[in-house]
């Protein structure tokens, strides 16, 4: 009995552990959308995918709010001209996701920030929404 026990706990594991590839791919078309919305200054398409408790954290320590982050991308004062990532990780825990990985951010040919970022996105009745956003600059 106690095996029994002990296989069918493995077996509950092993699928708990399994990603959840559907979430995986809306998860990373979420942060897509985002990206093109920032480069593009598409302030309501960026608040459609920002929920209204966001905390974003900058490389440099500053915070946002849903509306000032929506504001300064949709004025251009927060110039991006261009987003790249790399090494990205989606991590799906039920309604929740974490989005880790490398971006280079381009505010001009020679002015890249080069960071690591953990984003954090919510699954809700209108889909999956950045709740959390944190930034950490690489040295040179």
């Not at 990373?28 to 919305?37: D, Y």
């Not at 990205?88 to 970022?117: E, P, Q, R, W």
Request: aromatic fraction near 6%; charge should be positive.
């Amino acid at each position: 009995m106690k095996s029994l026990v002990l296989a069918l706990a493995a077996s509950l594991a092993l699928c708990a552990a399994e990603p959840d590839a559907s979430a995986v791919k809306q998860v990373t078309a979420a942060m897509e959308a985002m990206k093109q919305a920032m480069i593009h200054r598409d302030g309501p398409a960026l608040a459609r995918l920002l929920h209204d408790d966001l905390t974003y954290t900058h490389s440099a320590g500053q915070l946002d709010t849903k509306a000032s982050i929506v504001q300064a991308v949709a004025s251009g004062k927060a110039n991006i001209q261009k987003l790249e990532f790399s090494g990205t990780k989606v991590t799906v825990y039920g309604n929740t996701a974490f989005f880790k990985g490398h971006v280079d951010l381009y505010h001009s040919d020679t002015n890249i920030v080069n960071m690591d970022v953990l984003h954090v996105w919510l699954k809700g009745p209108d889909g999956w929404k950045l709740v959390a956003r944190q930034a950490t600059r690489l040295a040179k």
